[in-house]
T-cell receptor, first 113, second 110 residues
């Protein structure tokens, strides 16, 4: 059982380019989340999905979009990357939205130049 | 606004030297408080959930406690492999994600 997988592991992206970060879980969890982690700022919630077919905005949603077509996948898209989106991105999941034990993937390190 | 403050930011201990990490929180209706461990270059690893004041959880050399305003992560006789960043997070009533503190970077020297 892999838990949560994320791809790519790392990426260097030119500003203005479109990028999709992939996240897949095999735990059949209903809720999924995207966080970004920046030095000195900690982990901050970007978007979440309480169940397949629904999504919501977190603390820092601007410049990002998500979709949840099925239970297992929760891709994060940067429509037009900017340097301030340089960060480490973590996908997480939990059994339900109100059961807060979230399990995290290994992360994607993104550099926007 | 929900807030989580962890202290100290960094802590260096000798192997076997017990200590405690602090997590102070301000939240509208605590649904749960969570402790995670994060190793360099990896995702956070879940350790504990605490739901109400007075609750305690233990795992090997770690023990987490909770009051109405703060949580402590006690580390007893630590080993070098306990070196990591420890993160505290809260979930407020009705919130859809976690609010994290900035973490305590713990180094255990042999």
């Amino acid at each position: 059982i892999a838990g949560i997988t994320q791809a790519p592991t790392s990426q260097i992206l030119a500003a203005g380019r479109r990028m999709t970060l992939r996240c897949t879980q095999d735990m059949r969890h209903n809720a999924m989340y995207w966080y970004r982690q920046d030095l000195g700022l900690g982990l901050r919630l970007i978007h979440y999905s309480n169940t397949a077919g629904t999504t919501g905005k977190g603390e820092v949603p601007d410049g990002y979009s998500v979709s949840r077509a099925n239970t297992d996948d929760f891709p994060l898209t940067l429509a037009s990357a900017v340097p301030s989106q340089t960060s480490v991105y973590f996908c997480a999941s939990s059994d339900t939205w109100d059961r807060g034990e979230q399990y995290f993937g290994p992360g994607t390190r993104l550099t926007v130049t | 606004e929900d807030q989580v403050t962890q202290s100290p930011e960094a802590l260096r201990l000798q192997e076997g030297e017990s200590s405690s990490l602090n997590c102070s929180y301000t939240v509208s209706g605590l649904r749960g408080l969570f402790w995670y461990r994060q190793d360099p270059g990896k995702g956070p690893e879940f350790l504990f959930t605490l739901y109400s004041a007075g609750e305690e959880k233990e795992k090997e050399r770690l023990k987490a406690t909770l009051t109405k305003k703060e949580s402590f992560l006690h580390i007893t006789a630590p080993k070098p492999e306990d070196s990591a960043t420890y993160l505290c997070a809260v979930q407020a009533g009705g919130a859809d994600g976690l609010t994290f503190g900035k973490g305590t970077h713990l180094i255990i020297q042999p």
